[in-house]
């Protein structure tokens, strides 16, 4: 949780943002394995604040897929499948990625209170087997974090937090499941099965489940949607009115479903950072917070409003800093006049300015090609969104939904993201509060044959190479992403080693696994 530092003036972090390179963590020396701070190498190279930077690259930017396995949209493909087969399937989603220059996955591994991992507190998933409860024999979690570490990318796991179940017979669920083992826990509401967010046992389940993960996997974020209270459906009311009555304390109703789950948020906040103070967490929230129409620091929009149709006041977590980051899922085209991209994107940028949360943005690219919405039939609409969120030094990188369609490639999209606005790789965005330190810099760079080999820095988890061409390889060359040729996995042993790009000049800086970087250490020529 943070401290909640005052707002910074708009015009200052606007310049602070756009003046500086932010190339390194916190504090401009490196750390040896003891702790003890060490000064940069000789001739190790540190940005400087007054470098120029060019927007079009920058240096650091989360960039990110969905991978959503309920009803086996992204994966698996479908139920049943053997290990290797499964493990083939997420493989080849995660090469789609990495060869555009993705840098985040967002896998889902709670979809409706079941697992896609080995869980003592909730039954397997049906989306891998088939059948809610059945062992697949394997137990993919680690499989997939390590897949992602190995191409460089974050492994964030994705939970919804109330859907129990996605009919309402509850004889069907394991006789273990927590909704047959606690009945008064849940809700049936058109069709589908709900935990009661009003519950205080049901937070507290919830919870328990993501510290167990956050516990026991190496995860570097954990992740919620935004399905929170139901969505407005057929028009039945949702059956809370026993818990309200016992815990509503006199609120107004719609107050107090807005405070269960700001307590969750606020909750899970305080667990995954107690258990592992690194390890991110944050939420997508629906696109509109509230409309002018609902209140007037709302934005000049007319859709659906999440403070008032699901509970879901994303405001009050930016304020109270109950997360890391928000990713409004905003999913509408340019000039779409009840949900204009642009409208948005600037209101949710003034919404972070100055709180330190960072704000990425859920971009539909499983929407590109729609013939619903003239916008969505041009190539150039989706990409034209990340244009202009250089608009706003608060957005800090996007994330895609979903991963099937990175590969698919809609109307040629994804070639004209990774050409115009991902040609070059990027460093993860630094969350101050999750902590971390840069690592040494790299000792003994040289170039032999036609490799780049360094000593291993000793706590680096990947390591950020640059290539000058043209020019001095000085401070101002690692500013920002223009030279930055690959951020490479740390491999064992004592030395690494990379494949020359061609001439030029070489530097190399360490990274932590939260990417706060060394200085760069220049490459000795033979």
Known sequence: MRTGRPLLAAAALSALTLGAAHAFGPGAEAADPSGAAVAPAPGAVVAAASCPVDARYPKRQLRGIWIATVNNIDWPTRTGMTAARQKAEYVKLLDNAAKRRFNAVFVQVRPASDAFYRSSLEPWSKFLTGTAGKDPGWDPLPFLISEAHKRGMEFHAW????????????????????????????????????????????????????????????????????????????????????????????????????????????????????????????????GIWRNKSNDPTGSATGGMSAYDSIYADARHWIRSGTVDYVMPQLYWPRGFRIADYDVLTAWWAREVRGTGVHLYIGQALYRVGATDTPAWRKAGELPSHLTRNRRHPEVSGDVYFSAKQVGGNPLGVMDRISRDHYSRPALLPLVKERGGRAPAAPANVRVQGASLMWKTSAGARSYAVYRVTSGEAGPCAVADARNLVAVVPATGGTRQTFALRGGGKYLVSALDRLHNESPASPAVLP
């Open 159 to 286: 939970f919804n937090p109330y859907r129990a179940a996605y009919d309402t017979d509850v004889s069907r669920l394991p006789a273990a499941h927590p909704a047959r083992v606690h009945p008064d826990w849940v809700v049936k509401h058109e069709g589908r099965l709900y935990y009661n967010p009003g519950l205080p046992a049901v937070r507290d389940h919830v919870t328990g489940v993501i510290k167990d993960v956050v516990t026991r996997y190496d995860v570097d974020g954990v992740h919620f949607d935004d399905y929170f209270y139901p969505y407005p459906g057929s028009g039945k009311k949702f059956a809370d009115g026993d818990a309200f009555a016992r815990y509503g304390g006199g609120a107004k109703l719609a107050d107090w479903r807005r405070a269960n789950v700001n307590t969750l948020i606020a909750q899970v906040d305080r667990v995954v950072h107690e258990t592992k103070k690194r390890v991110k967490f944050g939420i997508s929230p629906f």
